[in-house]
């Protein structure tokens, strides 16, 4: 059965230009803009790179023929960029509560020019606080932090524990060196203190916006929207072959938006080759099974992704989160429930509840 209260844990805003109006003054005027495409479709125009576009953004409940078509303003949910009718769009689908992402702020985690990305995101924190004040109960607003410097970084946590936010995203791949690199042991300790899981969504990788934007893929286009799992599956490899759950037991890693059910294999894998290749492959002396350490340290979101309801045995099911990643075109609002009901014929209530409630409820705080 359904529980009566489903918390999203991948839930969007698609920003328009006011989300950007309290940038540093200095950027004014390059700031991301609204803008109508020649081909009459809405988008949001980040310069030095590329138009948003609401025909995909915004485009949950189409049907798929129409999903990335041009889609004029005035088609355009309101729910997506104001706060006004984003609570009626929840309770459309039966949602009690969302964890909101940004659409335009994953992109500017990989801006060429650094100062005028992180301007970017300090003003769209400061626009995503407004936002959910509307109702913090239900939204649950995740503050962007950018990492030009690593001492900085740890500013921006604290500047964004002090606003409110109960969570933070990070860029798939940071500036200096990478994640497990020690001399980020005190930024994870800072995230550890202040009590903020650490999220990392698809598509914020600058490796991601060449495969995206630059047409470095192999095959058609089609198969980035398979591809993209794997920046979150080399992400948690990372933290745990480079050693940083070992440093930070108490570090909390959601990988965001990139399914669960191949995660089975990726942890037989990860535990098959750590004892046979540990003493000649680079890799951190570690005190446990790798796949204990996702089991301790790393959450996952879904949305539809069906074989979890009948993997549960196999999966550490008090980590696996669920979402419905409204307003973007691969969301399944507003048909959750259907959705949900589908999986339910194989799921335990009990691992139901945890999936679409609990386990989102306390790894955020939360009381919905």
Not at 10 to 21: G, W
Not at 154 to 173: D, W
Not at 290 to 310: F, G, H, I, K
Request: include cysteine; charge should be negative; proline fraction near 7%.
């Amino acid at each position: 059965m359904l529980p009566r209260s489903l918390i999203s844990a991948d839930s969007h805003v698609v920003e328009r230009a006011i989300a950007f109006k309290d940038i540093d003054p200095k950027f004014r005027d390059r700031a991301p803009s609204d803008v109508t495409l020649p081909n009459g479709g809405a988008a949001v125009m980040i310069e030095g790179m590329f138009p948003v576009g609401y025909g995909q953004a915004a485009a949950s409940g189409l049907p798929p023929e129409q999903i990335g078509k041009p889609m004029p303003w005035e088609k355009v949910n309101p729910a997506a960029y104001s706060s006004e009718t984003r609570l009626d769009v929840q309770d459309q689908d039966g949602v009690t509560g969302e964890v909101i992402f940004p659409s335009v702020g994953m992109f500017l985690h990989g801006h060429p020019d650094v100062d005028f990305g992180t301007a970017c995101l300090h003003a769209y924190n400061r626009w995503l606080a407004e936002f959910c004040a509307k109702d913090p109960n239900r939204l649950i607003g995740v503050a962007q932090i950018p990492l030009r410097t690593i001492d900085e970084g740890i500013k921006e946590l604290e500047a964004a524990k002090k606003a409110g936010f109960r969570t933070v995203m990070l860029p798939g791949e940071p500036l200096h060196e990478d994640y497990d690199h020690p001399d980020y042991d005190a930024f994870w300790e800072a995230v550890v203190d202040l009590g903020l899981p650490v999220n990392f969504h698809i598509l914020t990788s600058r490796r991601a916006l060449e495969f995206t934007t630059l047409g470095k893929n192999r095959g058609p286009s089609i198969c980035n929207m398979t591809r993209f799992v794997r920046g979150n599956q080399d992400i948690i490899m990372l933290f745990v072959f480079g050693g940083v759950f070992e440093r930070h037991p108490k570090l909390k890693l959601v990988a965001v938006e990139s399914d669960v059910s191949w995660l089975p294999h990726l942890l037989s894998r990860m535990d098959t080759v750590y004892p046979r290749y540990r003493y000649h492959e680079s890799t951190a002396t570690l005190s446990m099974q790798p796949s204990e350490y996702v089991a301790r340290n790393v959450y996952l979101t879904m949305q539809d992704d069906y074989p979890v309801a009948r993997m549960t045995d196999l999966l550490p099911m008090n980590r696996v989160l669920w979402a419905n990643d409204y307003p973007h075109g691969d969301g399944i609002w507003p048909n959750s429930r259907t959705v949900l009901a589908r999986m339910a014929e194989h799921m335990s209530d009990e691992h139901l509840r945890m999936m679409v409630h609990d386990n989102v409820a306390e790894l955020y705080g939360l009381t919905i």
